[in-house]
């Protein structure tokens, strides 16, 4: 089934919900319920010590009021809240080959938060430029997951990105440790303390997006480039080779500073590219997270 380059209308969106839930029953069906399934523990009771618990859930003072010794104990959360902040400024419209890097976010988006409703999880959506465009508070259930669709195709009010506004407002709505999932091409410099308070309140992840044109520049003669964001027009010479590689290199380091910033904060990472197939390198991290739970 083709995938639409863009949702225009509600058959749009019943096409992607039809394409989405087939891969999430026949690609990822266990993946992403094993992945996050018991993210965090929830305090349930205190009872009095037996030997053989473990004396780091010892309740102090619980134990100092009764003279007794008395531990904490904690259930398993096994419903979870997921927000997806997407960028949707204006260098998200740019695609050069298969699709949009906004087109794809879209999916990513679909397939994930059909997977969060499908293991009875709440989901909620954030859409962003350089100001809040849209704000979607967690729920569940198919109703409000096609909802977050339909919201996904929002014309943005402005170009521009702001991922700092957007984790900050994030924080202050979602107090309760929450998976987020952050989508963006993160060309936004100065970003790293954004990053690390989100880090430290949720269960972080990374995804970006990157057009293959943002990696290899054609021999195409005169070409002229718009910055999607600022409108602003730059005419390269793309026959000339010390040019091209100029440009590359200039993109190279931009990704790869993403990448580092990302990695220092140990916030997971998932790099997708337009004319690639999504689905393997989401599988991969949902293997590489369930190895490293030991489940």
């Known amino acids: 089934m083709p995938i639409p380059e863009l949702l225009e209308d509600s058959a749009d969106v019943r096409r992607l919900e039809i394409m989405t839930r087939r891969i999430v029953n026949n690609v990822m069906a266990g993946e992403y319920h094993s992945a996050f399934k018991g993210q965090g523990m929830e305090f349930n009771e205190v009872k009095e010590y037996s030997p053989g618990d473990d004396v780091r859930t010892i309740d102090w003072n619980v134990t100092a009021r009764t003279g007794e010794p008395f531990v904490k104990r904690y259930i398993e959360q096994r419903e979870l809240t997921v927000i997806f902040a997407v960028d949707i400024s204006g260098s998200q419209l740019f695609g050069s080959r298969k699709r949009r890097k906004r087109s794809l976010a879209a999916i990513i988006t679909a397939v994930l938060a059909f997977s969060a409703i499908r293991n009875n999880d709440r989901v909620g959506l954030m859409l962003f430029s350089d100001k809040v465009e849209c704000y979607v508070p967690p729920k569940k259930g198919r109703k409000h997951a096609l909802r977050v669709v339909r919201d996904l195709i929002r014309t943005p009010e402005s ?46 992840i990374a995804i970006s997006i990157t ?25 390269i010479d793309t026959s000339s080779r010390r040019v091209r590689e100029e440009l590359q290199a200039r993109l190279k380091a931009r990704r790869e500073e993403a990448k580092r910033l990302l990695s220092s904060l140990k916030i997971d990472h998932i790099e997708l590219r337009t004319d690639q197939d999504f689905a393997s390198p989401i599988i991969s991290f949902f293997t590489t997270r369930i190895r490293r739970k030991g489940g």
């Open 211 to 235: 057009d293959p044109r943002e990696i290899e520049i054609p021999s195409v003669g005169l070409l002229t480039l718009e910055d999607a964001e600022t409108g602003e027009h730059h005419v």
């Open 159 to 204: 170009r521009g990105t702001d991922i700092t506004l957007a984790l900050q407002t994030l924080n202050k709505l979602q107090r309760r440790k929450s998976i987020v999932f952050l989508l963006s091409d993160f060309q936004q410099p100065d970003i790293r303390r954004a990053l690390s308070v989100t880090r430290s309140r949720h269960d972080l």
